[in-house]
């Protein structure tokens, strides 16, 4: 796995423990459970993803293509299946959920400004 990757990797693990730990603190309970939820449905099919496709070490660019859309395809199955699990919850607040989800995803935007 490239450093890059590794960062982005850390950085939303570290994103969804501050989110979780912010609305612990100026929220309830509930919201932080829905926080972490939201963070961990982002950074767990990511981290999948990264796993999937370090392990393409050949140097063949169809394979390379392939273990890609595959990885990519994994990585929307688990979202989904995440998802699916969390909405069966009760006690589940949407926002702080949405909220850390999309929080979570935007480090990839991040991560691009300081190339």
Do not use: D, H
Not at 16 to 41: P, R
Not at 82 to 93: G, H, P, R, T, Y
């Amino acid at each position: 796995m490239s450093s890059v990757v590794g960062k982005v990797l850390v950085y939303q693990l570290l994103i969804t423990l501050v989110m979780t730990l912010g609305f612990a603190v100026a929220g309830s309970q509930s919201k932080a459970v829905s926080s972490i939820l939201g963070g961990l449905s982002a950074f767990v099919p990511n981290l999948y993803f990264a796993f999937r496709i370090s392990k393409s070490n050949t140097c063949e660019p169809r394979k390379i293509l392939n273990t890609f859309y595959l990885a990519e395809f994994g990585k929307l199955l688990i979202t989904a299946g995440m998802f699916v699990v969390i909405f069966q919850m009760s006690n589940l607040e949407f926002m702080p959920l949405f909220i850390s989800y999309v929080t979570v995803l935007s480090v990839f935007w991040f991560a691009l400004l300081q190339r």
